[in-house]
Each structure stands twice: as structure tokens, then as C-alpha cells.
């Protein structure tokens, strides 16, 4: 069976592509529209799929890709690592009272902050609507609570102007949990508890962090159906056999 000839990159429809990165800021060059050019548009689109517009943050669709790898990476390394959920304290009062141009000032100004009390191996996300995602890999769990508070200081301590005459104080609240090590879990479960951490906090009067105290102690029923399922099929040693690979005596 005979291959159709590639198609020629003049035929390709790609004005929408590049009036997309055009208004993202993103030029792809004016050069010949070679396989290089392509390359580029590619890759520019390909970053903005994974960008929220209005931060710059990574989005939840990549939060989440980087979050599955994490959880395996503590589940197969034994590394330390802690995901925080924040959310902005009173965040709809701000779109109430002075509009969703402001709201959108305040998230960029969070953003901001966050960037700046993390480092380059670590991601930060805006999760949704007024919510944001941090992982931070080979993240001590003595240094858990030291890490959300100082990311939560720096939140209070800004002051967004908004308006002419018109600025605003913003704080948010932090909860976090830590990935269990050398246990298979998921990204899903390493959220709910990080969530319910964020819950706590609000209740316990928003503009504080909560950080789950232990992750070995809090292995969940479902991931140890996880660890037990897989393992239960695995040799525990070179020279030890699967339970299943052991031949039985009939009666």
C-alpha cells in the first residue's frame, strides 16, 4: 500500500495558528516556511496549551501531567515531596464590589508572588478560578510548614492597586500534603488530602496554611490496595519467587 505524499506547508491552514501566538506575544519569525518554521509554530502551540492566558502559570490540564509524574517518581525514588492547594481569601467580594478587571489584577499579582518564593524545578499552577497548585519536588517534610507560610506572607504583605485611588490587601489560605514515599499512589489522592487541608484552613479562619503532619502515618485504604496488588504478583527478592510462582502440594 502506497503512502500519500506529505502534504506541502503552504497548504496548510495555519493563519489561525499564527494569529493565536501572534496575540500570546509569541513570534515564530518571518523566515521561509521550512520544517524549522513548523517546528516553531509547533512548539508555540504547544506551550500555550499549556499556559493559563491570563497568568502566564502553567494550567491545570499541565498541573496535573506534572503531578502523575511526581507521584511516581516519590513512589519509585523514596524523595520527599509536598503539593499546596491555595486559594484566594474572599476572592468574589473583589469581583462583586469592583469588577472582574480588578479580580483579574489580583490573580496576576498572586501569580506573581508565588513565582517568586519557589524555584525553577518547582511548578506552580493556576488551578482554577481563584484557586493555584504548587508542586515542589525533594521538599523536606520538616520544611512543609516553613515553605506554605512564607509563600502566604508574601501574598499578605502585597497590596494590589486596582484603581485609580483604589488598592487592596489580599491573603489567601495554604493546605498541603506530602506524597507518601515508596507507596504506589496517585495524583488523585495525593490532591484530595492536600484539599482537605485547604479546608481545614478555611475553617480554622482563612489567611493560614495547614500542612497534613505525617505521609507514612496516612496511607490511605485505597493506596494500599495499590502497593498490595502490585507487589503481590512481584518476586520480593532476585532469588525469591512470587507468592503466585510457588508450586502447591494437591491433597
Known amino acids: 500500500?502506497?503512502?500519500?505524499?506529505?502534504?506541502?506547508?503552504?497548504?496548510?491552514?495555519?493563519?489561525?495558528?499564527?494569529?493565536?501566538?501572534?496575540?500570546?506575544?509569541?513570534?515564530?519569525?518571518?523566515?521561509?516556511?521550512?520544517?524549522?518554521?513548523?517546528?516553531?509554530?509547533?512548539d508555540g502551540l504547544c506551550e500555550l496549551s499549556s499556559r493559563d492566558a491570563l497568568t502566564?502559570?502553567?494550567?491545570?490540564?499541565?498541573?496535573?501531567?506534572?503531578?502523575?509524574?511526581?507521584?511516581?517518581?516519590?513512589?519509585?525514588?523514596?524523595?520527599?515531596?509536598?503539593?499546596?492547594?491555595?486559594?484566594?481569601?474572599?476572592?468574589?467580594?473583589?469581583?462583586?464590589?469592583?469588577?472582574?478587571?480588578?479580580g483579574d489584577l489580583v490573580l496576576q499579582a498572586v501569580a506573581r508572588a508565588l513565582q517568586e518564593c519557589v524555584r525553577p524545578m518547582d511548578t506552580v499552577a493556576r488551578y482554577g478560578g481563584e484557586e493555584f497548585a504548587i508542586v515542589l519536588p525533594n521538599c523536606q517534610t520538616a520544611f512543609g510548614q516553613a515553605v506554605a507560610e512564607r509563600i502566604r506572607r508574601t501574598v499578605e504583605s502585597r497590596v494590589v492597586t486596582v484603581g485609580p485611588g483604589v488598592s487592596l490587601a489580599v491573603t489567601l489560605s495554604a493546605g498541603g500534603a506530602f506524597a507518601p514515599p515508596w507507596v504506589r499512589s496517585s495524583a488523585r489522592l495525593w490532591m484530595e488530602r492536600a484539599d482537605a487541608q485547604l479546608y481545614r484552613a478555611k475553617d480554622e479562619g482563612r489567611n493560614r496554611t495547614c500542612i497534613e503532619p505525617t505521609a507514612v502515618s496516612l496511607v490511605s485504604a485505597e493506596e494500599k490496595s495499590l502497593l498490595f496488588a502490585t507487589s503481590a504478583s512481584l518476586p520480593l527478592s532476585d532469588d525469591e519467587p512470587a507468592a503466585d510462582a510457588i508450586p502447591r502440594e494437591t491433597p
Open 56 to 102: 502566564g502559570l502553567s494550567n491545570r490540564r499541565q498541573f496535573e501531567l506534572t503531578l502523575d509524574r511526581e507521584a511516581d517518581r516519590v513512589a519509585r525514588s523514596g524523595e520527599a515531596a509536598l503539593v499546596l492547594l491555595l486559594d484566594i481569601d474572599h476572592f468574589k467580594r473583589v469581583n462583586d464590589t469592583y469588577g472582574h478587571a480588578a
Open 1 to 42: 500500500m502506497s503512502r500519500s505524499a506529505p502534504l506541502p506547508l503552504d497548504a496548510l491552514q495555519l493563519d489561525a495558528a499564527l494569529q493565536l501566538l501572534g496575540r500570546a506575544g509569541r513570534e515564530v519569525g518571518k523566515g521561509p516556511r521550512d520544517a524549522a518554521w513548523l517546528q516553531r509554530v509547533i
